[in-house]
């Protein structure tokens, strides 16, 4: 496994594995990396040939107040792991070799950034298509894998990638949890111990709605207030939003008759943890 800090040492070892035939992976990540970034790296190699993972904590996805400086960057332990999960290079660009030139260009997907983390993280997701828009262009892979946990970035990779005709695959993994439910996440080291039981509540109250749908509730208020009750329970947990809404549009679902994506964010302490389900009553 390389590791490496340059766009231009990037491209060359992918045309060489394109020269030798074989396909290419990209598991796109901030680092910090978990049980759920390693799903995916299993994943891509499964899927590729030759695996790239990225670690680069993007500065522009993050807003004024938010962790930037705190974000962890654990990279031996990282690199460590990317080894042992089968990626053949992992990329670690530094801010300057991202972003080293003033930028006058940026990607923007409109209306599906619009509700749910959109509307409490302005910016964000600019900054992600902006960043996803170069990690792509960079790598050039056949599949790029992501994980359901941030289940509003993968409806606007995909159409991102839709919309510019990248030939590129957007491959969407489950999200992977802790045994008590919990979705796992970098930011979960934020927690303290309390923090952290009472952070499962999250995933209670998903499943909590899935069992009402299964006992035949299908009006997405009653849906959400069931979620939203079970959070505001929890004293300390501030709940951002508790969304029921269209799979593939992020429109609220008034009547539940065919996927939907129920989403909830909350901060807790300093950590702000997102979770969700999707839920299909057509099967
Ligand atoms: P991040 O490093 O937080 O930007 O995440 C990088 C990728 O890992 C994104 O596609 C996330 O959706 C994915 N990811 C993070 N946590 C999980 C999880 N618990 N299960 C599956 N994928 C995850």
């Given at each position: 496994m390389d590791s490496v800090e340059t766009i231009m040492v990037v491209r060359h070892a992918v045309a060489a594995a394109r020269r030798a035939g074989k396909t290419i992976g990209l598991v796109p990540t901030m680092g910090a990396l978990h049980a759920g970034h390693t799903s995916l790296m299993d994943a891509a190699r499964v899927a590729c040939d030759f695996v790239v993972v990225s670690i680069f904590v993007n500065p522009?996805?993050?807003?004024?107040?938010?962790?930037l400086e705190a974000y962890p960057r654990p990279l031996e332990d990282d690199l460590a792991l990317c080894r042992d999960h089968g990626a053949d290079l992992v990329f670690i660009p530094s801010v300057d070799e991202m972003y080293g030139r003033e930028t006058l260009t940026h990607v923007e997907v409109t209306q599906l950034t619009e509700p749910l983390c959109g509307e409490k993280r302005p910016g964000h997701f600019h900054g992600v298509t902006t960043v996803c828009t170069k990690l792509f262009n960079i790598v050039q892979a056949d599949q790029a894998f992501f994980g359901q946990k941030d289940a509003q970035q993968t409806v606007v990779i995909k159409r991102l990638v839709a919309d510019l005709n990248f030939p590129l695959e957007i491959v969407v993994c489950p999200t992977v949890r802790a045994r008590d439910g919990l979705a796992i996440?970098?930011?979960?080291?934020?927690?303290?111990t309390a923090q952290r039981h009472d952070a499962t509540h999250l995933y209670r109250s998903l499943c909590a709605c899935r069992r009402a749908i299964e006992q035949g509730e299908r009006q997405g208020a009653v849906l959400e207030r069931i979620v939203r009750e079970i959070l505001e329970a929890v004293p300390s947990l501030e709940v951002e939003y508790v969304a029921v809404v269209d799979a593939d549009t992020l429109t609220p679902v008034k009547n539940l008759t065919h996927a939907a994506l129920v989403a909830v964010a909350a901060k807790l302490g300093s950590a702000r943890l997102i979770d969700n389900i999707v839920v299909d009553v057509t099967g």
């Open positions: 522009t996805q993050f807003g004024p107040q938010e962790d996440s970098s930011r979960n080291r934020y927690l303290n």
